[in-house]
């Protein structure tokens, strides 16, 4: 079947500009995690939806990253007078379980955001 | 502040033999462990995971976990070129955390 698709594959913008981030995540999959990438590091954890509502949004690094869920399917990250340091490869994750500690989650292509 | 250590390498191993690859945690709550190869330019891709004690056989994979001594590991044997590419360590903490908290990763290279 599909597998986790994000959109757009690459963003170029400016210091200041606002951007969304698309994820769809696989059909069923209740659970979504937004992670980022920087080169040479591992991805670093962003937030995690259960359903429609943010379970955990303790990795966003500061309010101008904000992301939304409304219909428990898509989501989309927002990010609002971007900076150079946003600079990086944001993934999108699924996972078929309800939440807990067994939680196989299954990476995206990945968004690559570039402020120049 | 849960951390993830790993060798970042890169480690070279000859074609056939067998890659060990290596993973330090420090939450003593962690419950779950996953490991990711990753291609240059490419995402993140599940390829084992544990979650208890001991070892975990997946074809040519087998994750080995201690929970007592916070380490995890994963073998590939008879490795292949195909195999060459950054192996990424992953940690759920567990008590409802489901975020990973993932390691920088190792690069692996396995020479023909």
């Known amino acids: 079947g599909a597998g986790v698709s994000q959109t757009p594959s690459n963003k170029v913008t400016e210091k200041g500009k606002y951007v969304e981030l698309r994820c769809d995540p696989i059909?069923?999959?209740?659970?979504l995690y937004w992670y980022r990438q920087s080169l040479g590091q591992g991805p670093e954890f962003l937030i995690y939806?259960?359903?429609?509502?943010?379970?955990?949004d303790s990795g966003l690094p500061n309010d101008r990253f904000f992301a939304v869920r409304p219909e428990g399917s898509v989501s989309t990250l927002k990010i609002q007078r971007t900076e150079r340091g946003d600079s990086a490869v944001y993934l999108c994750?699924?996972?078929?379980?309800?939440?807990?500690?067994?939680?196989?989650?299954?990476f995206g292509p990945g968004t690559r955001l570039t402020v120049l | 502040q849960k951390e993830v250590e790993q060798n970042s390498g890169p480690l070279s191993v000859p074609e056939g033999a067998i890659a060990s690859l290596n993973c330090t945690y420090s939450?003593?709550?962690?419950?779950?462990f996953f490991w990711y190869r990753q291609y240059s330019g490419k995402s993140p891709e599940l390829i084992m995971f544990?979650?208890?004690?001991g070892d975990k056989e997946d074809g040519r994979f087998t994750a080995q976990l201690n929970k007592a001594s916070q380490y995890v590991s994963l073998l590939i044997r008879d490795s292949q070129p195909s195999d060459s590419a950054t192996y990424l360590c992953?940690?759920?903490?567990?008590?409802?955390?489901?975020?990973?908290?993932f390691g920088k990763g190792t690069h692996l290279i396995i020479q023909p």
């Open positions: 994750a699924s996972s078929p379980k309800p939440g807990g500690d067994y939680n196989e989650q299954f």
């Open positions: 059909s069923g999959h209740t659970a």
């Open positions: 939806f259960q359903g429609t509502g943010a379970a955990d």
């Open positions: 939450d003593r709550g962690s419950q779950s």
């Open positions: 544990i979650y208890s004690n």
């Open positions: 992953a940690v759920n903490g567990g008590g409802g955390a489901d975020g990973l908290t």
